[in-house]
């Protein structure tokens, strides 16, 4: 019986390393556009909850973050599906976030949350130009991190 299981996992380590040196090395994983949309909405939600519970630190981080991430998307995937991704990311976001970024900055609830709605606004009318309307973003209206405060930290 032992003789046998040596010769089967012999067997199975001489195949391993045949198989091993005649297939290509794996591609590094590359997220397509839908994976990095998601992140998108990810970073979307978090900054209207960390907007809205005036945690300004957060907003301000979670905004940079989408304004990097949208860069991102134009510099990975410019063209989708023959709808120029790309160039309406840039005419689209670059405003609005910018009108966050000020609010932010100063602190006000009022331009912040009118800013947001301008980016999501934005949002949806990338999806409609892109044939995706079906995809509807909104405020969100609950937390889907229960694991992480948005208030802003006591001093």
């Not at 556009?33 to 957060?58: C, I, P």
């Not at 331009?111 to 949806?124: E, M, Q, V, W």
Request: with cysteine; proline share 6%.
């Amino acid at each position: 019986m032992k003789k046998a299981a040596l010769a089967l996992m012999a067997g199975v380590t001489i195949v391993s390393m045949a198989s091993g040196a005649t297939s290509e090395p794996a591609k590094p994983y590359e997220p397509g556009l839908v994976e990095l949309m998601m992140t998108v909405q990810t970073h979307h939600a978090k900054l209207w909850l960390a907007g809205n519970a005036r945690n300004w630190d957060l907003a301000d981080y979670q905004a940079d973050e989408l304004k990097e991430l949208f860069e991102d998307i134009v510099k990975r995937i410019p063209v989708y599906k023959e709808v120029p991704v790309g160039k309406m990311i840039e005419s689209l976001t670059l405003t609005p976030i910018g009108e966050i970024e000020a609010a932010i900055k100063v602190r006000d609830s009022k331009a912040f949350a009118t800013a947001f709605d301008k980016l999501t606004g934005a949002c949806n009318s990338c999806h409609e130009a892109a044939n995706r309307g079906f995809i509807v973003i909104q405020r969100p209206t609950a937390s889907a991190f229960p694991n992480q405060s948005f208030a802003p930290k006591r001093k």
